[in-house]
């Protein structure tokens, strides 16, 4: 009787096994589907090209419909996207009309994997000392777009004003 109990929790743990790691594949594929677009946001960034403020307005607003705040947009991509084009920064005549789609797809899904990686992270970091005034007037603009916009959005209550 014990070995049959055994043998069952056995089949049922292997069951729940198999369905939460169908569940986490899942989640961490939606996961990488909804930073797509943030990563082709930000690789803008990385283009040998000017923004203009019409370029900046179109990437604020992508990154506020991605639902990430401004901290999680930095960290994808400190961590994500820019392991993939720092080079860009780099070189002297790098990529300035656009950046493949699909390689980046692919690039920063493999560095999606390894952002947690103690090594991986201090390596970035690394780099990022040197290259992130390359990047900081990019950051700087998209936030300060970014607070006026949600500033905007607030509704005033004209009646809690004149009550208090």
């Known amino acids: 009787m014990r070995t049959r109990n055994n043998l069952y929790k056995k089949l049922y743990s292997k069951k729940s096994q198999r369905f939460l790691t169908a569940k986490v594949r899942h989640?961490?594929?939606d996961d990488i589907d909804n930073r797509?677009?943030?990563?082709?946001?930000?690789?803008?960034?990385?283009l040998d090209t000017e923004l203009l403020?019409?370029?900046?307005?179109?990437?604020?607003?992508?990154?506020?419909?991605?639902?990430?705040?401004?901290?999680?947009?930095?960290?994808?991509?400190?961590?994500e996207v820019f392991p993939v084009l720092k080079d860009n920064?780099?070189?002297?005549?790098?990529?300035?009309?656009?950046?493949?789609?699909?390689?980046?797809?692919?690039?920063c899904t493999l560095t999606y994997y390894r952002r947690n990686n103690n090594f991986f992270r201090m390596k970035v970091r690394f780099y990022n000392?040197?290259?992130?005034?390359?990047?900081?007037?990019?950051?700087?603009?998209?936030?300060?777009?970014?607070?006026s916009k949600t500033t905007q959005q607030i509704p005033i209550n004209s009646?809690?004003?004149?009550?208090?």
């Open 89 to 107: 920064l780099l070189t002297i005549s790098g990529v300035w009309n656009g950046i493949d789609e699909g390689w980046l797809n692919k690039a």
């Open 27 to 29: 989640s961490v594929q």
């Open 129 to 147: 000392r040197v290259l992130y005034t390359m990047r900081k007037e990019h950051w700087i603009k998209i936030e300060s777009i970014m607070r």
């Open 53 to 79: 403020e019409y370029d900046y307005e179109r990437i604020a607003a992508l990154f506020t419909q991605s639902g990430f705040s401004i901290t999680e947009l930095k960290k994808i991509d400190l961590y």
């Open 159 to 164: 009646n809690l004003i004149e009550n208090s």
């Open 36 to 46: 797509k677009i943030v990563w082709h946001a930000i690789a803008s960034f990385y």
